[in-house]
């Protein structure tokens, strides 16, 4: 258990519809990092926050969005889903200054 | 972008073997992390590097950062049926903040 949550584990969902996926990090870490893994794309790093600003973007669509709350959770938004959304959602932390990251068990995501 | 080349892509061997994988980077990288998934899971750190050079272990897992800080490996020895699954290096570049870029995986199977 690397002391990360992530809620929900599954959703399935249809085109075109919103969702939220929801992190909770490891006791003390103030960042938190979103990434996709989808079976051809591999893990992708999407965004970063630390304790509450966006502190650096990757591959994040615009229809994409985060943010980090005060009590350090974050949640990420997808919007206008596609087929291509689909895809293990996962979401990792780590202490301030340090580049290890201990990640989530993930959420699955299913848009049919 | 930074692009990490992980090698094999798939192992098949059998329990008693050791292992090998390794990762080589178009660019210099500051840390090198090894994480093994199961499948439905999310990664799980292994070991992390920190410095050129350096090799960790941890149990029957032996982990190098190369002296050109464009690749690292792993050693795996002794495999045992539970080592099943997919293994990725990650990297992380100059800055404190950000994101890790991984390998495309390798998976490795374990015959008893």
């Known amino acids: 258990d690397s002391g990360v949550t992530q809620t929900p584990k599954h959703l399935i969902t249809a085109t075109g519809q919103r969702v939220t996926l929801r992190c909770s990090p490891r006791?003390?870490?103030?960042?938190v990092y979103w990434y996709q893994q989808s079976l051809d794309q591999g893990l992708q790093f999407l965004i970063q926050y630390y304790n509450g600003e966006e502190r650096a973007k990757g591959n994040i669509l615009e229809r994409f969005s985060a943010q980090q709350f005060p009590d350090l959770h974050s949640e990420l938004n997808l919007s206008s889903l596609e087929l291509g959304d689909s895809a293990l959602y996962f979401c990792a932390s780590s202490v301030e200054g340090l580049d290890t990251q201990y990640f989530g068990p993930g959420t699955r995501l299913t848009v049919l | 972008g930074q692009q990490l080349n992980q090698s094999p892509q798939s192992m098949f061997i059998q329990e008693g073997e050791d292992v090998s994988m390794n990762c080589t980077s178009s660019?210099?990288?500051?840390?090198w992390l090894w994480y093994k998934q199961d499948p439905g899971e999310g990664p799980v750190l292994l070991i992390a590097l920190y410095k050129a050079g350096e090799l960790t272990s941890n149990g029957r897992l032996t982990a190098q950062f190369g002296i050109t800080r464009k690749d690292s490996f792993l050693n795996i020895s002794a495999s045992i049926p539970s080592d099943v699954g997919i293994y990725f290096c990650?990297?992380?570049?100059?800055?404190?903040?950000?994101?890790?870029?991984f390998g495309q995986g390798t998976i490795l199977t374990v015959h008893p």
């Open positions: 660019s210099i990288f500051n840390t």
């Open positions: 006791s003390g870490d103030l960042s």
């Open positions: 990650a990297g992380h570049g100059g800055t404190s903040y950000g994101k890790l870029t």
